[in-house]
């Protein structure tokens, strides 16, 4: 198998306690892939081993996130001859109920054949100059990702709602470039998100270009197959501090970090873990936090989980934490603490005027019952 990436990626350095290189590149490498049973699914289509990644990828390397493709030795990535197919509601459908069906660990689908990180069911299309939807070939780059949505007597039925929802606030205060709304196809609910790592190029086959990102667990080289590992519980497993290391050591501020830490938890965004935070490795060399992304609000829930996805100033309970642990944590990564009150009281002073301009009538399956939990970030 041959790898299609760019000439300017830097190689991942192998950090100081890290895990050995060949571990590193297994973790990097199933970092690519789907999980649970997802993962499974895809795997038994190919008629692969789903252990065996580079056989995984023989089937679905041709679209990844960031910049990677691989392909099969000798092939030149984006050159392949099968057309793109315009898709009305009811084929956009089709694929939301074939990738649900797969993501349930039965049916087939021949039509989904990208690797996309997670275990939500979920499918990239490339949206068209005039608005339509078209399924590209296996190793064209997509435009954006449809993400199902749960089922209507699911408790989180809402989880696109007020994903859509975070990010229209993360947008507006200047934490995310990603357009984000809830769609209906051939009546399946599902999130439609712009694509980060995606760019308009007239010079590249299919008019775009793959820009390159990494997940905090590849650059931590923590391995997800085992889903509880992307969660700070226990020893050695990702922690905030560790991964404002990554973006110091590769010349990056860390404040953006401390900046999305503050929107997560203002939003009660239990499942902010180290998938759900990026890096983006730029041509020139430079490195930054990619925007942010799989934000939702999870507290209004009568069964949420109040415990956040990594310490915060080692507290992990959502109640607990504060303004002030906020600042704290920031400062453990060497930031000076005028500098981290500052981020974190910007970008709650942000939020808090992003939540008078939202209109509501924008987000009508955000819940308005009253017995819902809205959390909002203070300091003390």
Known sequence: MGLGVPDHLPPAPHRRGSPPPSARVTAWLD?????????????????????????????????????????????????????????????????????????????????????????????????????????????????????????????????????????????????????????????????????????????????????????????????????????????????????????????????PLLALTTLNLAVGNTDAHAKNISMLRRENGTVALAPAYDVSMHLHHDHASRVFAMDVAGKRDMDAITGADLVAEGVSWGLPRRRAARVVADTLGALRAALGDVDRDDHPGVPRRPGARWRSARTR
């Not at 039925?157 to 975070?166: F, R």
């Not at 190029?201 to 590849?218: F, K, M, N, W, Y």
């Not at 050591?249 to 404040?255: F, L, N, S």
């Open 31 to 255: 970092g690519l892939m789907p999980e649970g049973r997802v993962r499974d699914t895809m795997a038994m289509e190919a008629g692969v081993d789903p252990e065996d990644a580079v056989g995984f990828f023989g089937a679905y390397g041709g679209d990844t996130v960031g910049a990677l493709q691989l392909v099969a030795p000798g092939a030149t990535p984006g050159q392949g001859t099968v057309e793109p197919v315009a898709l009305d509601d009811v084929g956009v459908g089709r694929l939301l109920r074939e990738a649900l069906a797969r993501a349930g660990g039965h049916g087939r689908s021949e039509h989904l054949t990208s690797s996309l990180p997670g275990m939500e069911p979920k499918l990239g299309l490339v949206r068209d100059a005039a608005g339509g939807w078209v399924r590209a070939p296996h190793d064209r780059p997509t435009t954006h990702i449809l993400k199902v949505a749960r089922a209507a007597d699911s408790p989180t039925a809402d989880l696109v709602d007020t994903e859509a929802a975070a990010l229209d606030l993360a947008r507006r205060i200047g934490l995310t470039t990603v357009d984000a709304h809830v769609e209906t196809f051939d009546g399946m609910r599902c999130i439609v998100v712009s694509r980060y790592d995606r760019v308009t190029d007239a010079s590249t086959p299919g008019g775009l270009r793959r820009v390159h990102q990494e997940d905090a667990a590849q650059a931590l080289g923590i391995n997800t197959r085992d889903p509880e590992r992307k969660f700070q519980h226990g020893r050695a497993l990702p922690s905030l501090g560790r991964i404002a290391q990554v973006l110091r050591d590769d010349g990056a501020r860390p404040d």
